[in-house]
């Protein structure tokens, strides 16, 4: 393990600094560079941040070259196996597996913050009936702060825990309710007697005009895909609710710009483009002309659902929800030509050099549209899915910023515009 600092010397003044070296739980060694522009005069320039650490965070692991994801040390195999999502939930939130009772006060909690204050009906009514979900959940996500706004002290370590409680509990009633505002349906409210994916089921699907049967294969399916998706350490939106957060902002706004970042097709918006781009190839025929397509540097065409920042081999979740794919698709009784042509063209992928050299690999959201397909779900509401489940990465990263806050988020940059310059007046431009 890396544990001596690192020397840098400047060739141009021969000065030296030592960089001291914080090797995180598994050894990753990272380099501590706050001395750097005091001492040396130097900026560092990382676009994308692709090489920088933005915080210690003790939530999620992830060994990108191995595959490895972990939720507070529990490999993610074993808890898509073993767990349920509110159970990660409350692992995630508070840093270990729950025992019964706090499993059942936890679950308690959750169940009864699922209500939301009627008139949050007006800001979803005064949207066009075809408005995108993801546009609707983020402006109305933000407008929470407006209802809570007696329980936002952001040093009462209880508001900050309600305000993380009440978020996880109401993203399923704001999204169900979302969607049925663009059906025509009338308001869903939450069945506190079911559980959290049965409930959120219940709102999305259930009509007035008839009893509607919860599927426990649906439930227990979307209860996977819940765990996949609940953390994944300093992504983007992840990154931009903590960045958010640093400014001392509420946590419904936090979560709302989260929602916002989590929205491009870089990021979450990946599920809704992965079945958008398998139903645009249609047929294995034309796999070739895509994977070429997404080869071309001047084609803007990527292959969605592939590919990720810091796995460079198979994504620990993608193997998981392949496999899921096929079971919940035999239990629902159902197929579906796209998880055929979705297997062929990782097939192709994977064979060819273009994709082996740059280990692109499918990611979670590269077969997760075809469960949710299956499920009843609209593509566009496939990110909202990825939103509920990773409001509580979200919080809990929050939540554990506020404990350990860090100065405010502030990145610089190398300026390239124009040196100094008078100005001149118009009648002389
Ligand atoms: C998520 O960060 C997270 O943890 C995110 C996430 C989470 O749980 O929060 O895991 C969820 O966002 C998953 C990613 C979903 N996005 C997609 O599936 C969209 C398609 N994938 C890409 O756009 C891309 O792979 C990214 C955005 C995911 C990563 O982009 P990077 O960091 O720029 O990828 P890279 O630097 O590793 O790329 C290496 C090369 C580049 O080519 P060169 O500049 O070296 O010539 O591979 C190319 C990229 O252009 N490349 C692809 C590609 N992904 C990368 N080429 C074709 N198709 C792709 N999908």
């Not at 990382?46 to 939530?59: M, R």
């Not at 009514?125 to 002290?153: N, Q, R, T």
């Not at 599920?271 to 796999?287: P, T």
């Not at 779900?377 to 506020?402: D, H, K, N, Y």
């Amino acid at each position: 393990m890396a544990d001596k600092p690192v020397v840098i010397t400047d060739q141009n003044t021969q000065k030296s600094l030592e960089l001291p070296v914080i090797a995180g739980t598994e050894g990753e060694p990272t380099l501590d560079i706050k001395q750097l522009p005091s001492e040396l005069g130097y900026f560092t320039y990382d676009p994308g941040f692709a090489s920088t650490a933005a915080c210690t965070s003790e939530i999620t692991f992830i060994d990108g070259g191995k595959g490895i994801l972990r939720y507070r040390g529990y490999p993610i195999e074993q808890l898509a196996e073993h767990s349920t999502f509110l159970e990660v939930a409350c692992l995630l939130l508070n840093g270990d597996l729950p025992d019964e009772a706090e499993l059942k006060a936890f679950e308690h909690d959750i169940t009864y913050h699922t209500m939301v204050n009627e008139r949050l009906n007006n800001f979803i009514s005064g949207f066009h009936y075809d408005a995108h979900p993801m546009a609707m959940m983020a402006g109305v996500v933000g407008s929470l702060a407006a209802f809570y706004h007696d329980k936002l002290d952001m040093n009462d370590p209880e508001h900050r825990m309600l305000a993380a409680k009440r978020m996880i509990a109401k993203m399923p009633t704001i999204a169900a309710a979302c969607y049925r505002y663009h059906m025509g349906w009338p308001t869903a409210y939450p069945n506190n007697s079911l559980d959290f994916c049965s409930r959120f089921l219940n709102m999305m699907f259930s009509v007035p005009a008839e009893p509607y049967e919860v599927s426990p294969v649906a439930a227990k399916a979307l209860d996977l895909l819940f765990i996949l998706h609940a953390d994944h350490e300093q992504n983007a939106s992840t990154s931009t609710v903590r960045l958010v957060g640093s400014t001392g902002a509420n946590p419904y706004a936090c979560v709302a710009a989260g929602i916002s970042a989590l929205w491009g097709p870089a990021h979450g918006g990946a599920n809704e483009a992965v079945l958008n781009m398998l139903d645009e190839i249609g047929d294995v025929s034309r796999v070739p002309e895509f994977i070429a397509r997404a080869k071309d540097r001047d084609d803007p065409f990527r292959l969605m659902g592939f590919g990720h920042r810091v796995y460079k081999n198979y994504d620990p979740r993608a193997s998981i929800i392949r496999k899921a794919c096929h079971e919940v698709l035999e239990d629902l009784g159902k197929t579906d030509p796209l998880l055929d042509l979705a297997m062929e063209l990782e097939r192709i992928a994977l064979e060819d050099e273009y994709f082996v050299e740059k280990k692109l690999y499918p990611n979670v959201d590269f077969y997760s549209g075809i469960i949710y397909k299956a499920m009843g779900f609209p593509v566009s509401m496939f990110t909202v899915m990825f939103a509920i489940a990773r409001t509580v990465g979200w919080v809990a990263q929050w939540l554990e910023q506020c404990e350990n806050p860090t100065k405010i988020g502030r990145p610089r940059q190398v300026y390239s515009g124009p040196a100094e310059r008078d100005y001149v007046p118009l009648e002389k431009r």
